[in-house]
């Protein structure tokens, strides 16, 4: 079975960091593009890394320079390092896999295990 465990959340204030880390179970991690998506209340679920299987990396436009995104194939561990929190980037944060050839350019949809969310508040 397969299972994505999250960690690392929490609460900081603005300026803070943070480091989420997302360990899989059931399946040969080097075999799956992984990623991390947020969600705030009202608000749609947003790709913000990813990271494909010969480690080469995406972030999205609004995190560029703060968060990186990053992997340890050998403890089957996705991390996020999350610097220069902004009250904006409030958040339950996901981790995903998808199996999808093409990494980067593929929807939230094509992800098809995710973890169960770590809750990130960033106060101003």
């Known amino acids: 079975q397969v299972q994505l465990v999250e960690s690392g959340g929490g609460s900081v204030q603005a300026g803070g960091s943070l480091s989420l880390s997302c360990t899989v179970y059931g399946y040969s991690y080097s075999r799956y593009c992984m990623g991390w998506f947020r969600q705030a209340p009202g608000k749609e679920r947003e790709g913000v890394a990813r990271?494909?299987?010969?480690?080469?990396?995406r972030v999205t436009d609004s995190v560029k320079g703060r968060f990186t995104i990053a992997q340890d194939n050998a403890k089957n561990t996705l991390y996020l390092q999350m610097n220069s929190l902004k009250p904006e980037d409030t958040a339950m944060y996901y981790c995903?896999?998808?199996?999808?050839?093409?990494?980067?350019?593929?929807?939230?949809?094509?992800?098809?295990?995710w973890g169960q969310g770590t809750q990130v508040t960033v106060s101003s």
């Open positions: 995903a896999a998808s199996s999808a050839s093409d990494c980067f350019t593929r929807a939230a949809g094509s992800f098809a295990y």
């Open positions: 990271i494909d299987r010969d480690g080469s990396t």
